[in-house]
Antibody, heavy 112, light 113 residues
Framework: EVQLVESGGGLIQPGGSLRLSCAAS????????MSWVRQAPGKGPEWVSV???????YYADSVKGRFTISRDNSKNTLYLQMNSLRAEDTAMYYC??????WGQGTLVTVSS | DIVMTQTPLSLSVTPGQPASISCKSS???????????LYWYLQKPGQSPQLLIYEVSNRFSGVPDRFSGSGSGTDFTLKISRVEAEDVGVYYCMQSIQLPRSSFGQGTKLEIK
């Protein structure tokens, strides 16, 4: 059974950093396209970052230069390092395999 | 960027009755590989989005057959043949002709009368 469990969210001040983790089971992260998708309160989802099975990465313009996606194959875990956080980064962050399998999300709140 | 437009934005349906949601894209979603990258999701209250339909008309694993998708090019439709109480939530169409530049419609909120 495919499972994705996110962690690492929380309340952080503007300018701060957080690292989100997504522990995967039932498949291997390094052989799949893995993404982080966020959803601000009351809004629709927004694709933030992708790491392809071939290791190339993509970032939305809104996070380019501030966020870094990576994975640890030995731990079968996906990460999102978020630096220079802004109020507009406040959202639920979901880990997604391909387009079909979503975790339950971890909430990031950027506020002073 | 491809813009997705859904109608209606809200829907109130009596259990057992059908429902239909329209989704239009600003560009064709037909890829050179022959596939059309249009997806439908349902986000139930307090949950993450769950995939219902992929590539226009294919039901995802475990999705009841009362859900069906159709369309081509830029015009797409999600139909629920007989709405049940568990179908409440927000329905999103999503284009994913390029995975990293996927974009969603505004969402259609379905409630039960």
């Amino acid at each position: 059974e495919v499972q994705l469990v996110e962690s690492g969210g929380g309340l952080i001040q503007p300018g701060g950093s957080l690292r989100l983790s997504c522990a995967a089971s039932g498949f291997t992260v390094n052989s799949n396209d893995m993404s982080w998708v966020r959803q601000a309160p009351g809004k629709g989802p927004e694709w933030v970052s992708v790491i392809y099975s071939g290791d190339s990465t993509y970032y939305a313009d809104s996070v380019k230069g501030r966020f870094t996606i990576s994975r640890d194959n030995s731990k079968n875990t996906l990460y999102l390092q978020m630096n220079s956080l802004r109020a507009e980064d406040t959202a639920m962050y979901y880990c997604v395999r391909g387009r079909g399998y979503w975790g339950q999300g971890t909430l990031v709140t950027v506020s002073s | 960027d491809i813009v997705m437009t859904q109608t209606p934005l809200s829907l109130s349906v009596t259990p057992g009755q059908p429902a239909s949601i329209s989704c239009k894209s600003s560009q064709s979603l037909l890829h050179s590989d022959g596939k059309t990258y249009l997806y439908w999701y349902l986000q139930k209250p307090g949950q993450s989005p769950q995939l219902l339909i992929y590539e226009v008309s294919n039901r995802f694993s475990g999705v009841p057959d009362r859900f069906s998708g159709s369309g081509s090019g830029t015009d797409f439709t999600l139909k629920i043949s007989r709405v049940e109480a568990e179908d409440v939530g927000v329905y999103y169409c999503m284009q994913s002709i390029q995975l990293p530049r996927s974009s969603f419609g505004q969402g259609t909120k379905l409630e039960i009368k």
